[in-house]
């Protein structure tokens, strides 16, 4: 465990909360085949969960490969120009022209730490939705790294499978945090496949900015990682 990245060792940690709540299900109900009664709540409980994990992973993520970018930087110019644009915006639009000071000598980092945490406030903060187009946008405002849910698919499904199936998860808990009720009863096997879906998900966005860190700064930031290190 303690060889994995910080983001991924947050996020199996993090997961075993949930697999305890299915821990209980099975004390309850049992393993047989069949409709189980009052155990729905643990099963919501655990998708409310699990949306929570991958939401505190993705700002895990997005603040390490960012530190490693700003770490591994001596000047902008190693900045993808498109961080460089995004976080030059709040100077080029102040009234105050005295803000391009703030650039100078290590300024910039100063200028680019701020837009790191205007990003994370804008589709971290607010949203509170984890969903396929905030992260492209996360990732490509904070390290130039352009529509990463684009790659997601893996053996037996699809980029549009795993995109929708990721949609319907945040949907769902969207239902169930804001109404408890939920248009059709949530079943164990619902939850263990998105538990699944996660361990995907946060496994293949490692690597993609993993791979694109490489590139920018030549440096290696972690280890590559398979799901099955993680599950």
């Not at 529509?147 to 239902?175: C, F, H, M, P, Y």
């Not at 791979?211 to 990682?225: A, D, E, F, G, K």
Request: net charge positive; hydrophobic share 35%.
């Amino acid at each position: 465990m303690s060889n994995l990245p910080g983001h991924i060792n947050s996020i199996v940690q993090n997961r075993r909360e949930i697999e305890r709540l299915l821990e209980i299900h099975s004390q309850i109900a049992g393993s047989s085949p069949g409709k189980k009664h009052d155990v729905e709540v643990l099963n919501k409980s655990s998708i409310v969960l699990l949306v929570a994990c991958w939401e505190a992973y993705i700002e895990d993520l997005a603040d390490a490969a960012f530190d490693h970018l700003l770490a591994n930087a001596r000047s902008p110019q190693q900045i993808p120009n498109k961080v460089l644009t995004m976080a030059s915006k709040s100077l080029r639009n102040d009234q105050d022209e005295l803000r391009v000071w703030d650039l100078a000598q290590d300024g910039w980092k100063s200028v680019l730490q701020d837009h790191r945490e205007a990003v994370k406030d804008k589709y971290t903060g607010k949203l509170n939705t984890p969903r396929p187009k905030q992260i492209d946008l996360i990732f490509e405002q904070m390290l130039g790294l352009k529509a990463v849910s684009s790659k997601w698919n893996w053996q037996g499904a699809s980029n549009e499978n795993v995109i929708k199936r990721l949609e319907d998860l945040v949907t769902l808990r969207g239902e169930i945090a804001h109404r408890v009720s939920t248009s059709e009863s949530v079943k164990k096997f619902q939850v263990e496949q998105n538990v699944t879906l996660i361990g995907y998900l946060s496994t293949k966005l490692s690597n993609q900015v993993r791979q694109h860190l490489q590139t920018v700064t030549r440096r290696t930031p972690w280890s590559s990682i398979r799901y099955k290190s993680v599950a």
